[in-house]
């Protein structure tokens, strides 16, 4: 079976790993990014050219055969041989993984680094509005408010994000406008006009004014709500919801490291 792996297309047996180990289309196409009826093709065509059954496709999802299950063990021994040949040598420097997300992510992630990675890990939070090429590894993982589109790219959905007005309860009725290429910026700069008791070009700031009492500033709702000095002033705003994913490369996500990495994330960001 080893041999006649390295005749198929790697990337077809990625998915077949991810069908297997999820149980299904729907679980597969959560962590890797591409749709079910794309993975769903590309399994028909990897049983073409084994020319073999790997599926029982039922209505609750996919079990291996019995040929499904060999090429499993198969792929998993190719894997585990990886793993060993590219671990660090004893005394090597730790590995890096670098992270790539927006002010209010790194601010919600900061107080829990403990469940995110060990001391055997170094992180390297990059923390700006500016997207990061993951596919060019400006960034190992990245947290993004949409779906991975590129090939190469996985994607796993974590949450769906709130934006709400949040100040103290003796703060004056007045925005605090962040002058940034945002959707929330955008936002503001369309609704708000020059009609602001300050502008900062930094999201952080805002959120400092509010603490200070200065005025009410547009936060994400998993920020604004842990503030025990801030309340709402308002409704949420529908068109700034948008659902957060963890993003990484394909064959990055494989990685212990990066794989331990974002499994602490995703945990992170489901807390309150």
């Not at 006649?4 to 047996?13: G, H, M, P, Q, S």
Request: charged content about 25%; hydrophobic content about 45%.
């Amino acid at each position: 079976m080893n041999e006649a792996l390295a005749d198929l297309d790697w990337r077809d047996l990625r998915l077949f790993l991810s069908v297997a180990r999820e149980g299904g289309l729907s679980p597969a196409a959560r962590v890797t990014g591409r749709s079910p009826a794309t993975i769903g093709r590309r399994m028909l065509a990897l049983e073409r050219a084994t020319g073999r059954e790997l599926f029982l496709r039922h209505d609750r999802g996919y079990a291996l055969t019995t040929d499904g299950r060999a090429l499993l063990d198969a792929l998993t021994e190719v894997e585990a041989r990886i793993v060993r040949v590219t671990a660090p040598a004893p005394g090597a420097q730790r590995p890096l993984v670098k992270i790539s997300a927006g002010t209010w992510t790194v601010l919600h992630l900061i107080p829990r680094l403990d469940g995110i990675a060990g001391e055997d890990l170094r992180l390297r939070f990059v923390s700006a509005e500016a997207v990061l090429d993951i596919a060019h590894r400006e960034a190992v993982i990245g947290v993004r408010n949409a779906r991975p589109r590129d090939d190469g790219l996985a994607g796993r959905r974590i949450a769906r994000i709130g934006f709400a007005p949040y100040a103290r309860a003796d703060a004056p009725d007045r925005w605090i406008r962040v002058l940034a290429d945002t959707p929330s910026g955008r936002w503001q700069a369309r609704h708000l006009g020059a009609d602001a008791i300050c502008e900062v070009t930094a999201p952080r700031t805002a959120l400092d004014l509010a603490l200070a009492g200065r005025g009410i500033a547009l936060l994400p709702t998993f920020i604004g709500d842990a503030q025990p000095d801030l309340a709402r002033r308002g409704a949420e705003v529908p068109e700034l919801s948008h659902e957060q994913w963890i993003v990484t490369h394909d064959t990055d996500r494989h990685r212990p490291e990066v794989r331990r990495v974002i499994e602490g994330i995703a945990l992170a960001l489901a807390a309150p």
